[in-house]
């Protein structure tokens, strides 16, 4: 099946959102993800499945503390 993940074409086996961020090395509790233009509740990850032709952006949380001067 193949999908698009952050403008970059793949092709992967029928998965859920979360076993993809999972079979990515990513933790899903640090990302969001937008699905063919909307974000996808975390709590739903588990529950949907990617289509052929799905467009998956994935945005990284980065932590940062404050600038003392």
Known sequence: MNITTNGEAVSIDPLTVQ????????DP???????NQE??????????LLNEGDTLEIVH???GGAVRG
């Open 29 to 35: 509790r640090r990302v969001a993800v937008e699905l």
């Open 19 to 26: 076993q993809y961020l999972v079979s990515l090395g990513i």
């Open 39 to 48: 974000i996808l509740p975390k709590a739903q990850y588990e529950s949907t």
């Open 61 to 63: 949380f980065v932590g």
